[in-house]
């Protein structure tokens, strides 16, 4: 399993990031997908999944402002994130799972991540 997330940068309150991982060694088409973030010295936050049905969930501070897809033809794993808030800034990961703990199945594969900063 390789995951590779990119799109992060430094944005103002309000603004907009779109970030992307891509996936590979395993079939991505069948699997949920989650994104995860995190800060220094504070355990992942579970941020949003999307089953391979299409279905999307969302935790409390993500919803309404991002927006999880996917494209299975190019086993891409996506996030829009609207209205960005000095709080959404961290790691954000991606990994196969429908919340932390079935994504630290796959810690191992973690990429770097990409790191989002909201300034204020």
């Known amino acids: 399993v390789e995951l590779v997330e990119s799109g992060g940068g430094l944005v103002q309150s309000g603004g907009s990031l779109r970030l992307s991982c891509e996936a590979s060694?395993?079939?991505?088409?069948?699997?949920?997908m989650s994104w995860a973030r995190q800060v220094p010295g504070k355990e992942p936050e579970w941020v949003s999944c999307?089953?391979?049905?299409?279905?999307?969930f969302y935790s409390d501070s993500a919803m309404g402002r991002f927006t999880v897809s996917r494209d299975n033809a190019k086993n891409t794993l996506y996030l829009e994130m609207k209205n960005l808030k000095p709080e959404d800034t961290a790691v954000y990961y991606c990994?196969?799972?429908?919340?932390?703990?079935?994504?630290?199945?796959?810690?191992?594969?973690w990429g770097q991540g990409t790191q989002v900063t909201v300034s204020s």
């Open positions: 060694g395993f079939q991505f088409s069948t699997a949920a």
């Open positions: 999307i089953y391979n049905d299409g279905r999307t």
């Open positions: 990994a196969p799972g429908v919340n932390v703990a079935t994504m630290r199945i796959f810690a191992s594969s």
